[in-house]
């Protein structure tokens, strides 16, 4: 959610270069946007609602400048509401992410000593707040000064820039909600996002919390924004290819990220030996783990739980990432948290991992973005390396987690070579998927489901997890409503919905679940249920058959694709961006 991004240097186009930027942060979602530039000593701002598409900045040539995103919380789409948000005298702008709880008694307080505010945006008290304590100070330390008092009375995770006319600085802090900075010779750069700083800058710093910098024509200071004490910057190399973000000529992201599937299984059946030999050890050596996740990862975290109680005879306890919080007073120092996260940002996720620390659990991230907040916070990484994913729906993310877990769990057997020989087995599977034939028959389905009001999705044993994700993948990308059920659950409420010609999806790999799941599917018949088989061979109840791989305990990894094609295909149909679905966020750094 929201993008950030921030310059200051010797390059002149600032406004063209934020704007460039924030089209590389699309994919965090936003439905209005906005760049600020500092100029003969005031601040130039232009904001608009909806997307950046092919839009181009009139603002004047400046050497200063940011931009944002903005996914709406506080407040309606409206220019008004979009960052940057300047001050009453003009001589601030702020933009931010994040959530500010107390904003209400602060705007309050603000309303009574005279401030005038004209958004409906927590942010906007920010702005005030910063000039109410700046007063009349023209000095770098002075601004430091006010932001960092300023930012001490907020409440809630957030992350704050402020663009300053008179001295010409970027000034920065933030809690938990990412910022990282950039620095090369021409300038100095921020972003909420790595992938914002690729192409401008080959080394990064990650702010930790309460790290307050400001950037200045002539370097960046960094200082503890609680004492004033200097602050060192640690750098590292960038973490991300620029290359492997682009479109690579795929007419969508979601296309080119399903088709990247087969390459992301092969990589962690070739590379990933040595954490997922680590990751078990923890496992075994824990007393009580938990495998905690929010959406999609929530899912494959689900399917985890099912793999290790299946091949490792093991359990494992699943909890969705915003639950957790409710549930972890019980936690020891002998506790294990497996956070799974394609972003290293998800708030519902980190807010419980940073809690479980306090109680002394061991953390693990299972993570696709290296640097992130997750990644720096575990005891512990697997990096999946499945590359940038840039629409917002994740596919090869899930697979990499699915398929990290499924190596851990036959690690954990002892059954190391049998966990790799099904990776290999998937890739093939995966990739028949995708071929044109395939394509062409989910292509059909499509064609058939997209006028319906409603589609079902059973499944059961490691299947049911794969319905849950199956239905999430349709609904959030085409908006047909898609729920996913255990094939058990039918006859306890769910079969009172079907009607004359309702789609259902069912699962039905070749294992103990077949004949029951072949049992539901005759029942969903008999009401008049359209039944759409994904299963390695056919059944007669199957009105439509999308023929799979027999890959046994890998099965979720084949049945993913056709249920993530068919959304795509449903999402075209009805003029939908696949990307960019309404209201959806890539990276969800607010409650």
Not at 34 to 52: L, P, S, T, Y
Not at 118 to 146: F, I, K, M, N, Y
Not at 217 to 242: F, M
Not at 247 to 267: D, F, I, N, S, T
Request: proline share 4%.
């Amino acid at each position: 959610m929201c993008g950030i991004f921030g310059y200051v240097g010797a390059y002149t186009d600032t406004g063209g270069m934020v704007l460039q930027a924030l089209k590389r942060l699309e994919y965090r979602g936003y439905d209005s946007w906005g760049v600020a530039v500092g100029i003969n000593n005031h601040i130039e701002i232009e904001k608009h609602v909806g997307k950046i598409g092919s839009a181009m900045v009139d603002l004047p040539a400046s050497d200063i400048g940011f931009g944002h995103t903005r996914w709406a919380t506080h407040g309606g789409v409206c220019e008004a509401n979009a960052h940057p948000i300047p001050d009453a005298s003009g001589r601030l702008a702020v933009i931010h992410n994040g959530i500010i709880e107390n904003f209400r008694s602060l705007r309050t307080s603000l309303t009574e000593r005279g401030y005038a505010f004209h958004s409906e945006t927590d942010t906007e008290v920010v702005a005030h707040l910063v000039s109410d304590l700046l007063g009349q100070g023209d000095t770098p330390e002075a601004v430091r000064s006010a932001v960092a008092r300023a930012f001490m009375q907020l409440r809630g995770l957030n992350a704050i820039i402020v663009l300053d006319r008179s001295t010409r600085t970027l000034t920065a802090i933030k809690h938990v909600s990412p910022l990282v900075i950039g620095q090369r010779e021409s300038g100095s750069f921020i972003a909420s996002d790595t992938l914002a700083l690729a192409g401008h800058t080959e080394r990064v710093s990650y702010l930790e919390d309460y790290q307050l910098v400001q950037l200045e024509h002539d370097g960046i200071t960094s200082i503890d924004a609680r004492d004033g004490q200097a602050w060192p910057l640690v750098w590292a190399d960038i973490p991300v290819e620029e290359g492997s973000a682009e479109l690579g000529g795929y007419p969508h992201y979601m296309l080119k990220e399903m088709h990247e599937q087969p390459a992301v299984l092969e990589r962690i059946a070739r590379d990933k030996l040595d954490e997922t030999r680590e990751l078990a050890r923890l496992i075994q050596s824990s007393y009580g783990t938990f495998l905690v996740g929010c959406g999609t990862a929530s899912y494959a975290a689900l399917t985890g739980s099912y793999l290790f109680s299946r091949i490792a005879r093991r359990h494992v306890n699943f909890v969705v990432g915003s639950e957790f919080e409710y549930q972890e007073h019980f936690l020891t120092d002998r506790s294990l948290v497996v956070a799974l996260s394609q972003s290293g940002e998800t708030v519902d996720v980190i807010e419980p991992v940073l809690a479980a620390r306090e109680r002394g659990a061991k953390i693990v991230a299972l993570v696709n973005v290296k640097g992130s907040t997750l990644d720096r916070i575990a005891d512990f990484s697997v990096h999946l390396d499945a590359g940038p994913e840039q629409c917002v729906l994740s596919t090869k993310a899930y697979t990499a987690k699915v398929a990290t877990l499924l190596l851990t769990a036959h690690i954990l057997n002892g059954s190391e070579h049998v966990g790799r020989d099904l990776l290999w087995r998937a890739v093939d599977g995966v990739s028949a998927a995708l071929t044109p034939g395939f394509i062409d028959r989910v292509h059909g389905v499509a064609e058939t489901v997209n006028a319906s009001q409603n589609l079902f999705i059973i499944g059961r044993g490691l299947s049911y997890p794969t319905a849950l994700e199956a239905a999430l993948k349709i609904k959030e990308v085409s908006y047909l409503h898609a729920e996913g059920f255990a094939g058990g659950e039918l006859k306890h409420g769910v079969i009172a919905l079907i009607e004359p010609g309702t789609p259902c999806i069912v699962y039905s790999p070749l294992d103990e679940t077949r004949t029951d799941i072949i049992s539901g599917a005759m029942e969903l018949k008999a009401r008049g249920g359209l039944i759409i088989g994904i299963s390695p061979e056919n059944d007669e109840v199957f009105d439509i058959h999308l023929p799979i791989a027999d890959v046994a305990d890998a099965s979720p990894l084949v049945m993913a694709p056709p249920a993530q094609m068919l959304g795509y295909q449903l999402a075209l149909r009805r003029g939908f961006d696949p990307d960019k679905p309404r209201n959806l966020a890539k990276s969800v750094t607010v409650k």
